[in-house]
């Protein structure tokens, strides 16, 4: 794969970097969807994945489950920051993962 997408991936995460955790989303909820938890766990392995080159099976499967809760919670923000902060970490486990395929495809 050309460098892209791990270049794309650093800016972003040098991006979600520089903005705080939305305060009124700290200790709140979708049903069993934390949003403390998201964040973290999207971060987590964008975190693995920067300074690895690469995920293992569970980090890839971390992924997809958070892309599949933000495809909940993202609609539910109306909050501008909220929702670019959410979206962002949606786009960098969506590149993270199409990354990680990649890296599958040419082994």
């Not at 971390?62 to 495809?71: E, F, K, M, Q, Y």
């Amino acid at each position: 794969m050309d460098d892209v997408a791990p270049d794309q991936l650093s800016r972003l995460w040098d991006d979600h970097l520089r903005h705080p955790f939305p305060a009124r989303l700290r200790g709140k909820d979708v049903g069993e969807i934390d949003f403390i938890m998201l964040d973290a766990d999207i971060a987590g392995c964008i975190q693995t994945l920067l300074s690895r080159g690469s995920l293992d099976e569970w980090r890839t499967a971390v992924l997809n489950r958070c892309l599949g809760h933000l495809a909940i919670v993202l609609p539910l923000l109306t909050d501008e920051d909220e929702l670019a902060y959410y979206d962002r970490l949606r786009t960098m486990a969506g590149l993270a993962l199409d990354w990680q395929r990649e890296r599958a495809n040419l082994a």
